[in-house]
């Protein structure tokens, strides 16, 4: 019998790795995989292989959470927001995270090349090792263009759920990744705005710390336009009706208004109101793609 010590200190070991995975971020990947490969397989859906590749894209996400972790915990003990995440607070230990980080690896290829087919594995594998070496261990450190680039990394879901689906990647696939990769930074940035100092006392070169916070908003705003722009291609494209297109342009109007707001009347607020709105403006958009395909 375990005694309550034992039993507090397991569950906040269980408590800390799952916070490696990045249970929030994960969630967001998930939804995104699972609107892609419904759009997908409409006519042949199978319950089977859409768990499976849930599965397999949810343990892609948590490897490449823990192995961002893992990279950054250096970075994070320099950041108010992150110095309080497990490895920075000593409450685990880097070699069984880095061992942590390859068997989700690992069991992510294996469940996807098993269960669904290999492109989707070489797509989730793709996205764990872009986004742990060529986002988190050089971009981050090294480039303002590290949320541009780096965000092909969290676009790669709609790529992996429709290739489960269908063991290709079409036009359609490819605006859904569109979205995320446009999607990214205006909401990054706009929570970037309200932390540059820290990010400038790290030494990490995002994008307000290294053109000013103006210039980043301009630039929030333009992303904005080319993301609603894109959005629109579906219903070109007819994987969507009208109800889809009236509610993304809709959609796309708010959070254009929001992006013109934070730059033409920055504040803390607009910014923060950009941030909370980007994520609700995604998941309408995705809610509308799955309802109206």
Excluded at 53 to 60: D, F, M, Q
Aim: proline share 5%; glycine share 8%; hydrophobic share 60%.
């Amino acid at each position: 019998m375990m005694t309550i010590a034992q039993r507090a200190v397991l569950r906040r070991a269980l408590s800390d790795y799952l916070a490696l995975t990045k249970p929030r971020i994960t969630l967001l990947v998930l939804v995104t995989t699972a609107a892609a490969f419904w759009v997908a397989a409409r006519e042949s859906f199978s319950l089977g292989l859409f768990m499976i590749t849930l599965v397999g894209t949810g343990l892609a996400a948590s490897a490449a959470g823990v192995l961002n972790c893992l990279i950054d915990r250096d970075i994070d003990a320099l950041m108010a927001r992150t110095r309080s995440r497990p490895l920075p607070a000593g409450r685990v230990q880097p070699l069984p995270v880095a061992l942590f980080g390859i068997a989700l690896t690992i069991s992510s290829f294996v469940v996807l090349a098993w269960g669904a087919n290999l492109l989707a594995a070489g797509l989730a594998l793709f996205a764990i090792l872009f986004y742990a070496l060529v986002y988190t261990r050089w971009l981050k450190r090294t480039s303002p263009w590290c949320t541009e680039i780096g965000g092909i990394a969290g676009a790669m879901p709609p790529l992996i759920g429709w290739a489960a689906a269908t063991g290709q990647i079409a036009a359609p696939a490819l605006v859904l990744f569109g979205i995320l990769l446009l999607w990214q930074p205006p909401h990054f940035w706009a929570l970037a705005l309200g932390r540059t100092e820290e990010y400038r006392a790290a030494g990490l070169p995002v994008l307000p710390v290294v053109v000013g916070q103006d210039a980043t908003r301009r630039r929030s705003f333009f992303y904005a336009l080319a993301l609603v722009l894109v959005s629109l291609w579906l219903y070109i494209l007819g994987v969507v009706g009208v109800f889809y297109a009236v509610g993304a342009t809709l959609l796309g109007i708010g959070f254009i208004y929001l992006a013109w707001r934070d730059w033409r009347s920055p504040s803390p607020a607009t910014s923060k109101t950009l941030f909370l709105s980007s994520m609700l403006y995604l998941a309408l958009v995705f809610l509308l793609i799955v309802l109206d395909s």
